[in-house]
């Protein structure tokens, strides 16, 4: 579903990443991992389309990404749920979630503008589909207060719920449980295993390895701007060049 080809990109002339490879398959949890610095940040944004590269290909179902705004990427089904809370204030939690299916309306600023009756089809349909994923995150009953006043982990429960709004193909989580309580960080962890369940597609960016290693199918290890190892949980738990990065530490050649 998601390749990613020889991607370069850098900072005053630093390298965050260095020819970057990876493909994801249709169905499947890729987790990417890695020290502080190691490029998963960039990475992230490189295919949310934050960023462009500066060498390399990003690619989606074969169609190049790497050219296209975030927005047409959001068009092609690719949703991000991002580390910082992003949230419409004066807005209910229900209205925050709809925006998430903007990129896939269709009725347009006119009917929107003269109230038309296609516009209110849509409507009613986006609120349908805002309720069905509060639902599935467990913020049902929230849908009605302001989204600023929910805590933290319910934040974050609503920015899944947003991006689950656009009824995506691929899931693009960076580091979700930052800053979450325990409980709310198995929480998340049985969500994500749930959304899994379903045969969504998830690209899920994080620290916590633990985390990473209980939910992903396979999982992609950064050191400083390049893959060292890429393969399943048991294999990169006992990868020396993986221990080797998280404890500063270097690999006899």
């Not at 204030?89 to 925050?96: A, C, H, I, Q, S």
């Not at 325990?182 to 620290?207: D, F, K, N, S, Y």
């Not at 990473?212 to 399943?232: M, P």
């Not at 221990?243 to 500063?248: F, R």
């Amino acid at each position: 579903m998601l390749e990613v080809n020889g991607v370069s990109r850098q900072f005053g002339g630093v390298y965050a990443l260095r020819d970057v490879r990876l493909d994801i398959a249709e169905g499947e949890l890729r987790g990417v991992i890695g020290p502080n610095g190691a490029g998963k940040s960039t990475l992230f944004n490189l295919i949310s389309g934050h960023l462009t590269p500066d060498q390399g290909t990003i690619s989606f179902h074969g169609t190049r990404l790497d050219p296209l705004p975030a927005h047409r990427r959001a068009a092609l089904g690719v949703a991000i749920v991002f580390q910082a809370a992003r949230i419409f204030r004066g807005m209910t939690v229900r209205e925050n979630v709809m925006v998430g299916a903007h990129a896939s309306t269709g009725a347009g600023f006119l009917s929107a503008a003269l109230r038309l009756p296609s516009h209110a089809r849509e409507e009613r349909l986006i609120r349908a589909r805002a309720d069905a994923a509060l639902g599935r995150v467990g913020l049902r009953d929230w849908a009605g207060r302001p989204a600023e006043t929910l805590p933290l982990g319910q934040q974050r429960s609503m920015q899944l719920a947003r991006a689950l709004c656009a009824d995506p193909e691929l899931l693009l989580l960076d580091e979700p449980a930052s800053g979450l309580r325990a409980a709310e960080r198995q929480a998340l962890v049985g969500l994500i295993g749930e959304l899994r369940e379903t045969g969504l597609t998830i690209m899920l960016i994080e620290h916590d390895v633990a985390m990473v290693t209980r939910l992903a199918d396979r999982i992609t290890v950064l050191d400083l701007g390049r893959v060292i190892a890429d393969g399943t949980p048991a294999e990169i738990r006992s990868d020396p060049r993986v221990v080797a990065a998280y404890l500063g530490e270097e690999v006899p050649s």
